[in-house]
């Protein structure tokens, strides 16, 4: 199911700042517009997501034409001029989200030597973090562990 909100976009001098006035001022930031965008859609997600795992309900969104961003600035003391903000609204489909960013590892059975594994034991090994390096780097990914 699609979630959407609106945000509050900032420009500043090394980016952008977003705020969702909706979500207890929910806020996160970008480089630039796009990264923003992205940054945004990812904050959202995990709010959503969070907010469901701990059973808590979840605010209803404001329709985006009663949300004065500039208003917002000078609530919260923001230097932003009337051509810097901008309210845009940011949609994510909550579960594929997290399907792809934030769900649980999996757990794997697997077989290995006694003394291979008596050695690692004494070293103080984890051994599903060497499992998690090697597969990575055997696939040749270089993405970072959430």
């Known amino acids: 199911m699609l979630s959407v909100y609106p945000a509050c976009f900032y420009k500043e001098e090394n980016g952008y700042s977003v705020i969702f006035p909706d979500l207890n001022w929910l806020s996160t930031c970008g480089d630039n517009l796009e990264n923003a965008m992205e940054m945004a859609v990812d904050c959202l997600a995990g709010y959503i997501y969070t907010c469901q795992a701990d ?49 649980k590892s999996v757990k794997k059975t697997l077989s290995i030597p006694a003394w291979l594994n008596k050695a690692a034991l004494d070293a103080g090994i984890n051994f599903s973090q060497v499992l998690q390096e090697a597969l990575k780097e055997r696939l040749h990914l270089n993405q970072p562990t959430l």
């Not at 009663?66 to 923001?78: K, T, V, W």
């Not at 051509?83 to 997290?98: E, G, K, P, Q, R």
């Open 55 to 103: 059973g808590e309900s979840i605010p209803q969104p404001s329709n985006p034409s009663n949300i004065n961003a500039s208003a917002i600035a000078n609530e919260l003391d923001l230097n932003a001029s009337d051509h810097d903000a901008f309210v845009s609204m940011v949609s994510v489909d909550v579960n594929a989200y997290a399907k792809e960013h934030f769900e």
